[in-house]
C-alpha cells in the first residue's frame, strides 16, 4: 500500500516512489511463476489528477519454472509496465453507460493505493505461456526420456510396427513345412 496523502488532491503534484516488496502467493501459472517472498522491484511515478491518482511505473520480477520441452529450470527476468488510475472513494468514481460504478475501477482506500492486483496482473500477461530453457531446445527423448541436449548423437534402433512384428518373426527363421502322407520317405 502506497500513501498519497502527501500529493494533497492537487491535480498536477506528483510524488515518485521506489520500493522493494515480497512476491505474494500464486503469482504466474502451472509451468513458471514468481516465488513466494521473492523480491519485486519497483519504481512508480504518483500524479494527482482530478478523479485520483494516476499510478505509472515499471516492476522488475525474475520467474522460475521448467522448460516445457526438457522439464529442465528455467528463470526468466521480466520487466513490467504498469499504469492505472485509482480514484478517490467519495462518490465521484466513473460510472457505466446504466449508471453503476464500474468493477474495473481501481479505487483508492483511505489515500492508500493498492498495487498488488495490478502488478499481478501485468506479471501473469507477460509470462511466457511455454517457457524454454532455450529457443533451440530438443527436449527429451520420446523412447527412453534422455534430455537431447545432453547427448546430441542419441538414437535409438528403428521399433518395429507392432502390425508387422509377427511378419519379422517369420522371416527371422527359416522353417520348411514338414513333409507328411505317403510320400514320406
Known amino acids: 500500500m502506497l500513501d498519497t496523502r502527501e500529493l494533497g488532491r492537487r491535480p498536477g503534484s506528483e510524488r515518485q516512489v521506489s520500493l522493494t516488496a515480497p512476491a505474494p502467493a500464486d503469482l504466474g501459472i502451472d509451468v513458471i511463476g514468481v516465488p513466494e517472498g521473492s523480491e519485486i522491484e519497483a519504481f512508480v511515478r504518483l500524479e494527482s489528477v482530478i478523479e485520483g491518482v494516476l499510478a505509472t511505473g515499471t516492476a522488475r520480477v525474475v520467474a522460475v519454472g521448467e522448460c516445457v520441452r526438457c522439464l529442465e529450470s528455467v528463470e526468466v527476468p521480466l520487466d513490467i509496465d504498469f499504469q492505472e488510475l485509482y480514484v478517490y472513494d467519495d462518490g465521484d468514481a466513473p460510472a457505466t453507460v446504466e449508471g ?13 493505493l493498492d498495487l ?5 496482473d501485468e506479471v501473469v500477461l507477460a509470462l511466457p505461456m511455454k517457457p524454454l530453457c532455450a529457443p533451440d531446445c530438443a527436449g527429451l527423448c520420446p523412447v527412453c526420456g534422455v534430455r537431447l541436449a545432453d547427448a546430441p548423437g ?11 512384428a509377427a511378419l519379422s518373426q517369420l522371416a527371422g527363421h527359416d522353417e520348411r513345412p514338414a513333409k507328411s502322407g505317403p510320400d514320406e520317405e
Open 154 to 164: 542419441h538414437q535409438h534402433e528403428a521399433e518395429i510396427d507392432p502390425r508387422w
Open 100 to 112: 453503476n460504478v464500474d468493477d474495473e475501477t481501481r479505487r483508492l482506500e483511505n489515500d492508500l
Open 116 to 120: 498488488e492486483p495490478v502488478l499481478r
